[in-house]
């Protein structure tokens, strides 16, 4: 039996941070409403010469460098976004061309704020059928090209940012502790389109379009859809949510976060939480804080690590994985 394990991590940022006060100056909000409301004290926003594309590949490089293999090992790349550099081709094809690896396997998932959960569930199942030996799994998003910088219902909730696992498949060893992905779950409602979705496309409007979101709907649905499909995942897997060394959550609001942990009764000191210094970075948000939780020393090797996020369309889905 195969199983997918994290060989490394990596993410990007642009270089502008924007603060919350500096935000206040040009649109109708406080530093208090946005800190209290989601948790997000600042974001970065991409500037010229900044896109998906080059964001994914920083991030790309950083986990390939982590994981110590040369580019060309790769066989498959999947890159979550909703905000491509193009509408066709896909992102992933453009990270491939710039890390100079022709040949295997590249194309773009788009599940919004869930997309990384679908990028790593369909990596993991093509390294277990030897599709591939080694994938790139990446999540980037410029939402801040999507963004209603009018509506300030949603403009200070998002960031621009990529972060990209490296994964390889190896034989299983069947032993307490053994690395790899253990189980995942994803769900999709399409009924909730109107909940968050974009108002614009190529076969609607001809126009990239702008984010639309009722926020407080969608934060009611995403505390107990996230619940449910946490405790799915731990079932699946036999393991009981006790057992999680760390959370890593897709970063929408230190309230969810918060909300989630509770109902899985889980203290919050296991939740990694970016939030604050990323806001929501949509897919890119989950391997972000992974990156950050392993960088700044507290997911190790050997930790049981639950990904979950939940977005547009309704989607969402949870993966746990021993480091
Ligand atoms: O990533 C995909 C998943 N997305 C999410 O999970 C987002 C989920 N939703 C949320 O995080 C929260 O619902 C929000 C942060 C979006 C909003 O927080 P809320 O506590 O649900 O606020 P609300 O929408 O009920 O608005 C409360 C008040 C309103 O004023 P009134 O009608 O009570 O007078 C808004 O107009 O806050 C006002 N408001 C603001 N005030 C200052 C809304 N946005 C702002 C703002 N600054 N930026």
Not at 12 to 21: G, I, K, Y
Not at 129 to 148: H, N
Request: contains cysteine; proline residues 3%.
């Amino acid at each position: 039996m195969i199983r997918s394990v994290i060989r490394g991590s990596g993410s990007a940022l642009p270089a502008r941070c924007v603060s919350n006060a500096e935000l206040a100056e040009r649109v109708d909000t406080t530093d208090e409403w946005i800190v209290e409301r989601t948790g997000i004290r600042q974001r970065y926003l991409a500037g010229e010469g900044e896109t998906t594309a080059s964001l994914a590949t920083d991030a790309a490089r950083a986990a390939l460098d982590d994981a110590g293999f040369d580019a060309d090992s790769i066989g498959l790349i999947i890159l979550a976004t909703s905000t491509p550099d193009n509408t066709f081709p896909a992102s992933a094809t453009k990270v491939q061309a710039a890390l100079g690896t022709p040949g295997g396997i590249a194309f773009d998932v788009q599940a919004v704020c869930s997309g990384f959960l679908y990028a790593l569930t369909t990596a993991d199942a093509m390294l277990r059928t030897g599709m591939a030996k080694r994938a790139l799994v990446i999540g980037a998003e410029t939402f801040s090209r999507i963004l209603d910088w009018e509506d300030r219902t949603t403009c200070v909730l998002f960031g621009d940012g990529a972060g990209a696992l490296v994964l390889e498949a190896e034989e299983f060893r069947d032993e307490a502790g053994a690395p790899g992905i253990i189980a995942s779950a994803l769900h999709a409602d399409g009924a909730q389109h109107d909940l968050l979705y974009v108002d614009g496309g190529p076969s609607t409007t001809q126009t990239v379009g702008h984010l639309r979101m009722k926020g407080r709907e969608v934060f009611r649905h995403a505390v107990v859809n996230l619940a449910q499909v946490l405790r799915e995942v731990l079932d699946g897997a036999g393991l009981t949510a006790e057992e999680i060394d760390w959370v890593v959550p897709h970063q929408a609001n230190a309230r969810i976060l918060d909300a989630t942990a509770r109902k899985l009764g889980l203290p919050p000191e296991k939740v990694i939480v970016t939030v604050d210094q990323h806001a929501n970075t949509s897919a890119a948000s989950v391997p972000l804080a992974f990156d950050h939780g392993v960088r700044s020393g507290k997911i190790a090797r050997g930790d049981l690590v639950m990904f979950e996020a939940m977005g547009g369309g309704f989607t969402w889905g949870a993966s746990l994985a021993r480091y």
